[in-house]
Nanobody, 119 residues
Framework: QVQLVESGGGLVQAGGSLRLSCVAS????????MGWYRQAPGKQRELVAQ??????????DAVKDRVTISRDNTKKTVYLQYLQMNSLKHEDTAVYFC??????????WGQGAQVTVSS
């Protein structure tokens, strides 16, 4: 079993900041990539940022100058990843999902964290 749990969502004013956290745990030997997607009402789920096992990063153009993705490799039994979002805009309002890609197992998703940016 693999579990992904997001935290850190909430309500923030436009221009503010928020940090999302994702903990991946369970039957995981390694992770190929771990990242963040978001889905706004009536829209398709889209990539926000992703980090591969080698540390390479892919960030969506819409948020490129405003988000930072990072991870904590110090824990031995869980995988921690963070998404720091700054200068938030109303259009950043969405449910943010953590996703992990695990060799031979496939993709896993968290339950999502609501981020609401008031204008």
């Amino acid at each position: 079993q693999v579990q992904l749990v997001e935290s850190g969502g909430g309500l923030v004013q436009a221009g503010g900041s928020l940090r999302l956290s994702c903990v991946a745990s369970g039957d995981i030997n390694e992770i190929n990539a771990m990242g963040w997607y978001r889905q706004a009402p009536g829209k398709q789920r889209e990539l926000v940022a992703q980090m591969s096992y080698d540390g390479s990063v892919n960030i969506a153009d819409a948020v490129k100058d405003r988000v930072t993705i990072s991870r904590d490799n110090t824990k031995k039994t869980v995988y921690l990843q963070y998404l720091q979002m700054n200068s938030l805009k109303h259009e950043d309002t969405a449910v943010y999902f953590c996703k992990a890609t695990i060799p031979l197992k496939g993709h896993y998703w968290g339950q999502g964290a609501q981020v609401t940016v008031s204008s």
